[in-house]
Structure formats: structure tokens, C-alpha cells
């Protein structure tokens, strides 16, 4: 089957919920109603790729053994909300800037500095993560291990997040410092991350939702924004119970602000800033 120009009908409400249920059930990602024609969009777009057009037969195919394991790494792709940018939430970067350096100050470090960007996009948070713990190390001079891990669900951010180069618009946030110190301006008009930063940051690929089949590594920072919010709110709960196990003592949790409420956890001190949704554990 080739590209096809034939028309692909609406997607009714019953199909609606069953590739939403679907959706929700792999990826814990959750659309409501008004978001159909947004997800017919992109099932018509790939199914039109494939010479498909029959939501019944492209769900079988999604489904269905390897091949559909295949499909699937596509759909997501193109349904996941990728928009990022570097140091998105100021703030929250500030908190982790302030916490690395008390624990310097303080003669705390473990051996090396572990931090996690859960749901990472394109790279963009992890890159600026690596930005603030390189700015603190070489700030009192320390030459310690650290590194980022970087993990989504999308392969395609992950290839970008590698590539390392961005659009002016993603690093408009950066102070002009920080992308004189970090940032190379390529012929192309795009940004490359100097490679000490890149170096630093590790792309894996992963479901947030398989957390606990994951390696046990324990983190000094583990930071989740912008992912939770398209979860429901006891998928959030589960998800955090789970990072708070791959916490280090003395670890920081950091989400986005009002991402996740009425929520607690008997190894965690919130941060008293109104300004970060940030956690320790004891
Ligand atoms: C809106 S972006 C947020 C990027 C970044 N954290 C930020 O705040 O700028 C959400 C990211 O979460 C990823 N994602 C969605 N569901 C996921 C899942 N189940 N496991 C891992 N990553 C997932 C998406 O692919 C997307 O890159």
C-alpha cells in the first residue's frame, strides 16, 4: 500500500474512545472529546502514509504483534505534545541551582550527582539541567562524575534531543551568558549544545508507565514537567510514588507547579517556595 489521496471519514465518538482507550491504557496519556479532530488529524495524516482507510483496519494493525509494536512507536509520536524550551520554568532551574550548591557548601556530594528529566521532549530540559550542575561544579571547581538521563516516549524527540541543535526560539529563555557559555551558532542559523553539555546527557527511551520494570538507580534530582498534567489524577499519585523510590536520601523531586494536588508522601519535605513544587526526601 502506498500514499493515498482517497478522503477518510470522520472518526466517530465510538472510534473516538477506543483509540483513546487505547491511548490512555499504553501511554497513560489522556484526551477528552473536544481533542478528536485533533487525533483524527493525525491518524488520518499516518493512515494516508500506509494507503489505509478504515480506523478498524489501522487499530488492527496497531495492535497486532511486531509489526503493530512498530506502528505504535509512530502513532505515538505524532499524537505526544512535544512543546518544550530550554529553562521552561525558570524557577524550578533556580531551585536545583540552589540545592547543588547548598550540598557543595555543605560537603554533601555522593559520589556522583545523578538527575533524571522524565518525559525530556526534545532535550531542551535536560540540556538546561546539565547547564546549571555544570555552572555550580565549575563555579567552586569541582570536577565530580554527573550526568542526566534523558527519557520519553517518542523516539523522534529522542533523535532531536541527540542531534543536540535547536531553533532560536527554544533557547529564548537562556540569558546571553548561558548561550554564550553553552550554545554554538551553527551556518544553518540553528543552536548546538557545546559537547561537554552534550556529553553529560543520555537519551533513553521509555514509558513512564513501566517505571517500576526500569533499572533501580537512585537520583539526586529527578525532574517531571509537563508530562504528569495529561495523566489522570491517580495515574499522577502512582507515578510519583514510584520516582520517590528512585530518590537518593536527601534527593529532590521536582514537578510543575499545581501538576499534581492533594498530594503527599511520608518520605517527602515540601520546599517551602510558592515559587517551584519541589520535594526532598528524608
Ligand atoms: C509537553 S512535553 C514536556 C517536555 C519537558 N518536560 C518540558 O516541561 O518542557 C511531554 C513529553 O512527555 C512525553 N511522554 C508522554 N507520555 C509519556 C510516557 N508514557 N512515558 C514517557 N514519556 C512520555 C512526550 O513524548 C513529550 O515529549
Redesign the pocket.
Known sequence: MGWSLRTIADLSDAEFLQWAKLLEER???QLSLNQKSLLQSQLSIRMRELGYDSYAEYYSLVTDGLQGRLEWSIL?DRV??????FF??RASFEFVRRYLQDKINNQQLTSSFDAW??????G??PYSLAMVINDCFELAQLEPYYGVTA????ST?LAKGRLGRFMPRSIEQMTAEESKRYCQLGHDGTYEVVRKIRDRVCFTY????QINDMPAVQMDVI?????LV?FRRWLRRDILNSLVDRLKPGGTLVI?IGEVVDWEHPKLKRIANEEVQAYVRQ
Not at 505526544?80 to 524550551?85: L, M, R
Not at 528529566?117 to 526534545?122: A, D, E, K, Q, Y
Not at 525532574?223 to 508530562?227: D, E, V
Open positions: 501511554a497513560g496519556i505515538i505526544a505534545v512535544k512543546e518544550t524550551s521552561r520554568h528529566s522524565v518525559g525530556c521532549s526534545t531542551e530540559e527519557l520519553d516516549i517518542s524527540a521509555g514509558n513512564v508507565l525532574f517531571c514537567q509537563n508530562l495529561y510543575g
